[in-house]
């Protein structure tokens, strides 16, 4: 199993990045899939999350209305547009693989996740 993180780079703010996870070694829409972030000092939070259930997607407040996940399960792929970047969203960025239906973003215990990528970093700065 796999996951690799892409997208990220220096953005001014109020800019916009999209964010993509390749998925490998398994089967994309058998999983529910979850982008988390790690800035300097702080522990990881998630962000978003999109379920293969239903498609169902969650978002994280500082995210909700900036954000959107999306998922090609053709290409293995799901993807996060940010947009109305901010410095706080500073952070390196993680895919994440959730077999439990995004219970870490939604119940915010990272102990759900069984495999994680490996991060790409944002950086939100003028």
């Known amino acids: 199993v796999q996951l690799q993180a892409s997208g990220g780079g220096l953005v001014q703010p109020g800019g916009s990045l999209r964010l993509s996870c390749a998925a490998s070694g398994f089967t994309l829409d058998g999983y529910a899939i979850g982008w988390f972030r790690q800035a300097p000092g702080k522990e990881r939070e998630g962000v978003s999350c999109?379920?293969?259930?239903?498609?169902?997607?969650y978002y994280a407040k500082s995210a909700k209305g900036r954000f959107v996940i999306s998922r090609d399960n053709a290409k293995n792929t799901v993807y996060l547009q940010m947009n109305s970047l901010k410095p706080e969203d500073t952070a390196v960025y993680y895919c994440?693989?959730?077999?439990?239906?995004?219970?870490?973003?939604?119940?915010?215990?990272?102990?759900?996740?069984?495999?994680w990528g490996e991060g790409t970093q944002v950086t939100v700065s003028s």
């Open positions: 999109i379920s293969n259930s239903d498609g169902g997607t």
């Open positions: 994440a693989r959730d077999p439990y239906q995004c219970e870490a973003v939604v119940t915010g215990t990272n102990s759900w996740i069984d495999y």
